[in-house]
């Protein structure tokens, strides 16, 4: 058995030396690879053709050697391909571009890489598309809605003051003397064409005639790049009209007494008068109130963000932007009604009487006692119509959450200039928004 033994290991050992041994030893894998006459060195076991060439059994990537000269289908002294694809056996994983690669090159955004540099995080990617809603109001505008020269619309044109004016008579013949009392106003030099010292019309504003407009609005923004976009809106406006003092005329109130005295026959004897007199009476005024304002807004712009100025270690970035705007507005159509109310000359100088008429009528002043007197008149403005609008905007942008941000703007927006009912053009309009916009994205 020992001698079978020593037998059997001197057979295994002689094996090994001819299937694994040289080439030029004959070895049965030397031979399949390299063929008879096989030249030492022509054979590694871990030579690989190419690089991405499957790595041989048994071999570390660190022994793996590409190219070389070996065996393909049996002939000696053929090179494989020589492939640049595949990735290298022996990484170099300090080199950047393997892990682009590997990862995708999202890699170079990515925050923990950016920390673990010792950056901060970047910015948010801007998506394509996101879409807005704002709620606002114009806390100041300039221009008039009504310009007397161009819309007159009060009735002076044919008011009289003496229309109005009030007296008492007192005694008899047989009592010896009559008094007259006459009350009625005049101008102070009673020399002036006009029966009155002064009138006065002040145009009226868009301030004056609306309450502070509140608008809403929505739309969409494209984002060309992570500084410019592109956006359009439709917004409505509407506004509560008001009431305020559209003209007044002051003119100089008069006390006349006359006096005529008689004898006991009933003769006349004689007359005397006196007059006592009051300036700057306002002796009567007209109010206007306006109808509700409404606008529909179509426009359409750009906006250009700056660098974030605050919250880029936590994405929730504060970014300063400008942008502008041009579109179209419809304006609702636009009335009001003037109420004329009138001094009673008496009450300047009693103190008991009455000063304005004082009636209880809804609608306003109607001066319904006094036939002179006009009641509620209903003025059309302009008719429905469409102006040019646009604007100016500057504000900034806080990212609240990834997908969705908040605004606050402000700047300067100007409306066309409508036509009024008698043909003539009005005045343009120049307004100051503050608006909150939210926009989340698509």
Same mark, same amino acid.
């Given at each position: 058995?020992?001698?079978?033994?020593?037998?059997?290991?001197?057979?295994? &050992?002689?094996?090994?030396?001819? =299937?694994?041994?040289?080439?030029?030893?004959?070895?049965? %894998?030397?031979? *399949?690879?390299?063929?008879?006459?096989?030249?030492?060195?022509?054979?590694?076991?871990?030579?690989?053709?190419?690089?991405?060439?499957?790595?041989?059994?048994?071999?570390?990537?660190?022994?793996?050697?590409?190219?070389?000269?070996?065996?393909?289908?049996?002939?000696?002294?053929?090179?494989? #391909?020589?492939?640049?694809?595949?990735?290298?056996?022996?990484?170099? *994983?300090?080199?950047?571009?393997?892990?682009?690669?590997?990862?995708?090159?999202?890699?170079?955004?990515?925050?923990?890489?950016?920390?673990?540099?010792?950056?901060?995080?970047?910015?948010?990617?801007?998506?394509?598309?996101?879409?807005?809603?704002?709620?606002?109001?114009?806390?100041?505008?300039?221009?008039?809605?009504?310009?007397?020269?161009?819309?007159?619309?009060? @009735?002076?044109?044919?008011?009289? @003051?003496?229309?109005?004016?009030?007296?008492?008579?007192?005694?008899?013949?047989?009592?010896?003397?009559?008094? +007259?009392?006459?009350?009625?106003?005049?101008?102070?030099?009673?020399? /002036?064409?006009?029966?009155?010292?002064? %009138?006065?019309?002040?145009?009226?504003?868009?301030?004056?005639? *609306?309450?502070?407009? +509140?608008?809403?609005?929505?739309?969409?923004?494209?984002? =060309?790049?992570?500084?410019?976009?592109?956006?359009?809106?439709?917004?409505?406006?509407?506004?509560?009209?008001?009431?305020?003092?559209?003209?007044?005329?002051?003119?100089?109130?008069?006390?006349? /007494?006359?006096?005529? +005295?008689?004898?006991?026959?009933?003769?006349?004897?004689?007359?005397?008068?006196?007059?006592?007199?009051?300036?700057?009476?306002?002796?009567?005024?007209?109010?206007?109130?306006?109808?509700? %304002?409404?606008?529909?807004?179509?426009?359409?712009?750009?906006?250009?963000? /700056?660098? @974030?100025?605050?919250? $880029?270690?936590?994405?929730?970035?504060?970014? #300063?932007?400008?942008?502008?705007?041009?579109?179209?507005? $419809?304006?609702?159509?636009?009335?009001?009604?003037?109420?004329?109310?009138? &001094?009673?000359?008496?009450?300047?100088?009693?103190?008991?009487?009455?000063?304005?008429?004082?009636?209880?009528?809804?609608?306003?002043?109607? =001066?319904?006692?006094?036939?002179?007197?006009?009641?509620?008149? $209903?003025?059309? %403005?302009?008719?429905?119509? *469409?102006? &040019?609008?646009?604007?100016?905007?500057?504000?900034?942008?806080?990212?609240?959450?990834?997908?969705?941000?908040?605004?606050?703007?402000?700047?300067?927006?100007?409306?066309?200039? #409508?036509?009024?009912?008698?043909?003539?053009?009005?005045?343009?309009?120049?307004?100051?928004? &503050?608006?909150?916009?939210?926009?989340?994205?698509?």
């Amino acid at each position: 058995m020992r001698l079978a033994g020593l037998a059997l290991s001197a057979a295994i &050992l002689s094996g090994c030396s001819y =299937l694994g041994g040289a080439p030029s030893q004959g070895g049965l %894998l030397g031979g *399949w690879f390299s063929g008879a006459g096989a030249t030492a060195g022509q054979f590694d076991r871990c030579r690989i053709p190419y690089r991405g060439a499957p790595v041989p059994p048994g071999c570390h990537p660190s022994q793996i050697s590409v190219g070389g000269q070996i065996n393909v289908g049996g002939k000696a002294g053929a090179r494989g #391909p020589a492939h640049p694809g595949g990735f290298p056996q022996s990484p170099q *994983w300090d080199q950047p571009q393997y892990a682009t690669a590997g990862f995708g090159s999202h890699v170079a955004g990515n925050p923990h890489l950016a920390r673990h540099q010792g950056g901060t995080a970047p910015r948010k990617r801007r998506p394509m598309f996101r879409g807005t809603l704002d709620i606002g109001a114009e806390v100041a505008s300039t221009g008039n809605v009504l310009d007397n020269n161009l819309f007159p619309t009060t @009735p002076f044109a044919s008011y009289d @003051p003496n229309a109005y004016q009030e007296g008492t008579v007192i005694g008899s013949v047989p009592d010896g003397a009559i008094t +007259t009392t006459r009350y009625y106003v005049d101008s102070r030099l009673q020399n /002036t064409p006009e029966p009155y010292d002064s %009138l006065s019309q002040p145009d009226i504003s868009f301030s004056d005639a *609306w309450s502070a407009p +509140t608008t809403i609005g929505i739309g969409g923004e494209f984002l =060309l790049t992570d500084k410019a976009t592109l956006f359009g809106r439709v917004g409505y406006t509407r506004a509560e009209g008001t009431s305020g003092g559209a003209a007044s005329i002051e003119a100089t109130a008069f006390k006349e /007494t006359t006096t005529d +005295t008689y004898d006991a026959d009933a003769n006349f004897t004689g007359r005397t008068v006196g007059t006592i007199y009051s300036p700057e009476q306002r002796i009567t005024e007209i109010s206007y109130d306006f109808s509700d %304002l409404g606008r529909l807004d179509i426009e359409a712009g750009a906006r250009f963000y /700056t660098e @974030p100025v605050a919250g $880029r270690s936590t994405g929730r970035t504060v970014t #300063p932007f400008v942008g502008a705007s041009a579109g179209m507005s $419809r304006l609702d159509a636009v009335s009001y009604t003037l109420d004329q109310r009138q &001094l009673r000359y008496t009450s300047v100088f009693e103190e008991d009487a009455p000063g304005y008429y004082d009636l209880d009528v809804p609608q306003g002043f109607d =001066l319904d006692d006094n036939p002179a007197t006009p009641g509620v008149t $209903r003025v059309d %403005l302009y008719d429905s119509q *469409w102006v &040019l609008s646009g604007g100016l905007q500057a504000g900034v942008e806080w990212q609240v959450l990834p997908s969705t941000a908040l605004a606050f703007e402000t700047g300067i927006k100007v409306q066309g200039a #409508p036509d009024y009912a008698n043909g003539q053009e009005g005045a343009a309009r120049i307004a100051v928004p &503050l608006t909150i916009r939210g926009s989340f994205n698509f």
